[in-house]
């Protein structure tokens, strides 16, 4: 599985150029991109790069990528980034290593989103993963009740779980937030359920990443998939 993941990422490589702007995503499989990228800058590629997470601003400052912010520019040329789910429309369930709010101000600030992972995350419907939803501590129990009104309108429900950390402790994101995951099932309408959580006050983000990918690039036994946003 690792083996495909880094497939994937070289494949993604392939469209880098020099003297683009970069939203680097997290993740395992973004973590062989980062890798890749730094072979790359250290034989003499010129990128900077905007990390989506504390873990891989720390990985991008080891393997030598120049890294910036979105304070210091404004806009980015290419985003690549793993996901836990891609549906045909190239609409995502991602947060799985708890960065989405990051990665989603990231991809979103990107002209293009390529999304690399292996075969397994292909989905003909979201829903099998736990959707990951990013929220402010205070007022959680609230804030838990807009959002079991807001699967019932969707027509979805689900046990929310508060993320632990492995020692035990609740997880906190880089931005000091909380993660509620749902084990939902088939999500009917995507788009119609982002909607309803984004309008959720308590709600940071969650983890439905809908008309960002442009592109999808799967490895699997058969070889290497580019999928492009229908
Ligand atoms: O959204 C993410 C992190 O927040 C990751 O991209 C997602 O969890 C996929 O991770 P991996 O490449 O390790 O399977």
Known sequence: MDALKRQAAAHALREVESGMKLGLGTGSTAKHFVDLLGEKVRAGLKVVGVPTSEATRAQAEACGVPLTTLDEIDHL??????????????????????????????????????????????????????????????????????????????????????????????????????????????????PRLAGLLSAIPGVVEHGLFIGLGSTAILAGAQGIRVIQRP
Not at 101 to 119: G, H, N, T
Not at 141 to 158: L, W
């Open 77 to 190: 040329d290419l985003t690549v980034d793993g996901a836990d789910e891609i549906n045909p429309a190239l609409d995502l369930i991602k947060g799985g290593g708890g960065a989405l709010l990051r990665e989603k101000i990231v991809a979103s600030a990107s002209d293009r989103m390529i999304v690399i992972a292996d075969e397994s995350k292909w989905v003909a419907r979201l829903g099998r993963f736990p959707l990951p939803i990013e929220v402010i501590p205070f007022g959680l129990a609230a804030t838990r009740h807009a959002i079991a009104a807001a699967f019932a309108k969707a027509g979805v429900s689900g046990q929310m779980d508060l993320r632990k950390s492995a020692d035990g402790h609740v997880f906190v994101t880089d931005g000091g937030h909380w993660i509620v995951d749902v084990r939902l099932g088939e999500i009917e309408d995507p």
